[in-house]
């Protein structure tokens, strides 16, 4: 049977995206796929935000890639726990890096919300902070409360090393809110942000 | 120069020259003695990042991140991995991401573990499949030339490209019960 901590959420993923990102205005956001892509996307669209319709696991490496690239600039990653489940070996490979710059932000609702709702490992036993901490991001904690989007907010601005909040959301089915899914469009709209060429 | 590179073939010290000409700034990997030589040389490298990876599939989206970014990267890895990358390369065609892989071959000459073999003979068809150019070397002198060529195919042309780099040029592992 299930032993989550977002079994009593009570925290609404997308005020909770939306507090986090207006006071984050510059900060370059990578999605992972579904729920968390919507979210991003319902708290208003942005240059600086890359969605991803698909390569689930490969949000938090995108975030690295781009935190080594960038390493001047706010990296966020928002994502979700299956897909955080799914590139684990990620978190440990960010570990061994340690880039001052990249936040993952896990909206845990303890499901595979997009597919059914069926129970994620995050419901059956993994503590995915705890996992985060072992892999060497010592700054990794849980968020229970709305209010402590504060604490997010000062974490990815202090950017004294990787951080991990795991964020423990309500599991509701919300309605929809679908960005482009022209991936191309997406990456040069983003690149361009940062002054580079759109290819 | 270690006692290492110095006694590395001539061809590994080739790919390395070829990432620094072509201004390669992260170059991650799942290692293979192929790839060791540039590993160490990327490893001492300032103006380089080495970042090893648990799986080779994060090596897909990190280079990805990369190019986001402004910074050109390659993946390092052996034949095997190829087949851990699958989905993940589908952010290179959605994104039309420039992507270089330069992959060990295992399983193909004088291969002592038959475990290697399967995905070794769909090493190149997988790749092809998911849409990326692949180009193989397999005379020591051509290696160089050819990198290059990936890199500026990706670099300056878009296009997702791996290099194979034959079995034959690392040699017949010595296999020696303990």
Same mark, same amino acid.
């Given at each position: 049977?299930?032993?989550?901590?977002?079994?009593?959420?009570?925290?609404?993923?997308?005020?909770?995206?939306?507090?986090?990102?207006?006071?984050?205005?510059?900060?370059?956001?990578?999605?992972?796929?579904?729920?968390?892509?919507?979210?991003?996307?319902?708290?208003g669209d942005?240059?600086?935000?890359?969605?991803?319709?698909?390569?689930?696991?490969?949000?938090?490496?995108?975030?690295?890639?781009?935190?080594?690239?960038?390493?001047?600039?706010?990296? @966020?990653v928002?994502?979700?726990?299956?897909?955080?489940l799914?590139?684990?070996?990620?978190?440990?490979?960010?570990?061994?890096?340690?880039?001052?710059?990249?936040?993952?932000?896990?909206?845990?609702n303890?499901?595979?919300?997009?597919?059914?709702?069926?129970?994620?490992?995050?419901n059956?036993?993994?503590?995915?902070?705890?996992?985060?901490?072992?892999?060497?991001?010592?700054?990794?904690?849980?968020?229970?409360?709305?209010?402590?989007?504060?604490?997010?907010?000062?974490?990815?601005?202090?950017?004294?090393?990787?951080?991990?909040?795991?964020?423990?959301?309500?599991?509701?089915?919300?309605?929809?809110?679908?960005?482009?899914?022209?991936?191309?469009y997406?990456?040069n709209?983003?690149?361009?942000?940062?002054?580079?060429?759109?290819f | 120069?270690?006692?290492?590179?110095?006694?590395?073939?001539?061809?590994?010290?080739?790919?390395?020259?070829?990432?620094?000409?072509?201004?390669?700034?992260? @170059?991650?990997?799942?290692?293979?003695?192929?790839?060791?030589?540039?590993?160490?040389?990327v490893?001492?490298?300032?103006?380089?990042?080495?970042?090893?990876?648990t799986?080779?599939?994060?090596?897909?989206?990190m280079?990805?991140?990369?190019?986001?970014?402004?910074?050109?990267?390659?993946?390092?890895?052996?034949?095997?991995?190829?087949?851990?990358?699958?989905?993940?390369?589908?952010?290179?065609?959605?994104?039309?991401?420039?992507?270089v892989?330069?992959?060990?071959?295992?399983?193909?000459?004088a291969?002592?573990?038959?475990?290697?073999?399967?995905?070794?003979?769909?090493?190149?068809?997988?790749?092809?499949?998911m849409?990326?150019?692949?180009?193989?070397?397999?005379?020591?002198?051509?290696?160089?030339?050819i990198?290059?060529?990936?890199?500026?195919?990706?670099?300056?042309?878009?296009?997702? @490209?791996?290099?194979l780099?034959?079995?034959?040029?690392?040699?017949?592992?010595?296999?020696?019960?303990k």
């Amino acid at each position: 049977m299930s032993n989550l901590k977002s079994n009593a959420a009570t925290i609404e993923r997308r005020e909770f995206v939306t507090a986090l990102l207006n006071e984050l205005p510059k900060a370059l956001v990578i999605t992972g796929l579904g729920s968390s892509c919507y979210d991003v996307y319902a708290a208003g669209d942005r240059d600086r935000n890359f969605y991803l319709w698909g390569a689930m696991g490969g949000a938090a490496m995108i975030g690295l890639g781009l935190a080594i690239a960038q390493p001047n600039e706010q990296v @966020v990653v928002v994502t979700g726990d299956g897909e955080q489940l799914m590139g684990l070996g990620s978190l440990s490979t960010i570990g061994a890096q340690q880039p001052k710059n990249l936040t993952i932000v896990i909206l845990d609702n303890g499901h595979f919300g997009e597919t059914g709702m069926q129970y994620s490992h995050t419901n059956l036993g993994t503590d995915l902070c705890a996992v985060a901490k072992a892999c060497g991001i010592q700054n990794s904690f849980q968020v229970s409360d709305a209010k402590d989007v504060s604490k997010v907010v000062q974490t990815v601005r202090a950017a004294n090393g990787p951080a991990v909040a795991q964020v423990f959301v309500k599991a509701d089915d919300l309605p929809r809110a679908l960005p482009s899914r022209d991936g191309v469009y997406i990456k040069n709209r983003f690149r361009q942000s940062l002054g580079l060429a759109p290819f | 120069m270690s006692a290492d590179q110095s006694t590395a073939p001539v061809w590994q010290e080739d790919i390395f020259k070829a990432l620094k000409a072509a201004n390669i700034k992260q @170059v991650c990997y799942v290692p293979d003695a192929g790839h060791a030589h540039v590993i160490r040389r990327v490893h001492a490298d300032p103006d380089m990042r080495a970042v090893v990876l648990t799986t080779e599939e994060e090596g897909v989206a990190m280079t990805s991140g990369a190019w986001l970014g402004g910074q050109r990267a390659v993946l390092l890895m052996q034949s095997s991995g190829v087949g851990n990358c699958i989905n993940m390369m589908s952010l290179l065609q959605s994104c039309r991401f420039p992507f270089v892989t330069l992959v060990t071959m295992r399983g193909e000459y004088a291969e002592f573990n038959p475990w290697q073999t399967p995905m070794s003979k769909a090493t190149q068809g997988s790749m092809e499949l998911m849409g990326i150019k692949v180009l193989r070397a397999s005379r020591p002198e051509e290696v160089g030339d050819i990198v290059g060529a990936a890199l500026d195919a990706a670099f300056e042309g878009g296009e997702p @490209v791996a290099v194979l780099l034959s079995q034959s040029l690392i040699g017949r592992k010595k296999w020696v019960s303990k």
